[in-house]
Nanobody, 113 residues
Framework: QVQLVESGGGLVQPGGSLRLSCAAS????????MGWYRQAPGKQRELVAV???????NYADSVKGRFTISRDNAKNTVYLQMNSLKPEDTAVYYC???????WGQGTQVTVSS
């Protein structure tokens, strides 16, 4: 079955950085676009970034210039490098096989001083 396992979340001060990882199994990883979503308390889940099979990327306006999505097909892993973090980035971050119902369990990111 498909499994997506996120890691790398935690507590960081404003202006800090974190790198999230999502290890995938049960899919032909290199054939799939992958996405990162986030959900803050009381808000809807929103798309943060997508990386397609060919490596092209898209970002939410709120994270452009601060976050970078990347993938390593040899490791079946997608990453989200988050720099210049802000308190409003606080959320549970989820990995997704793009445009499918396959989701990871989520990893908490908290940005606070």
């Amino acid at each position: 079955q498909v499994q997506l396992v996120e890691s790398g979340g935690g507590l960081v001060q404003p202006g800090g950085s974190l790198r999230l990882s999502c290890a995938a199994s049960g899919i032909i990883f290199s054939f799939n676009a992958m996405g990162w979503y986030r959900q803050a308390p009381g808000k809807q889940r929103e798309l943060v970034a997508v990386i397609r099979v060919g490596g092209s990327t898209n970002y939410a306006d709120s994270v452009k210039g601060r976050f970078t999505i990347s993938r390593d097909n040899a490791k079946n892993t997608v990453y989200l490098q988050m720099n210049s973090l802000k308190p409003e980035d606080t959320a549970v971050y989820y990995c997704n096989v793009h445009m499918t119902d396959y989701w990871g369990q989520g990893t908490q990111v908290t940005v606070s001083s």
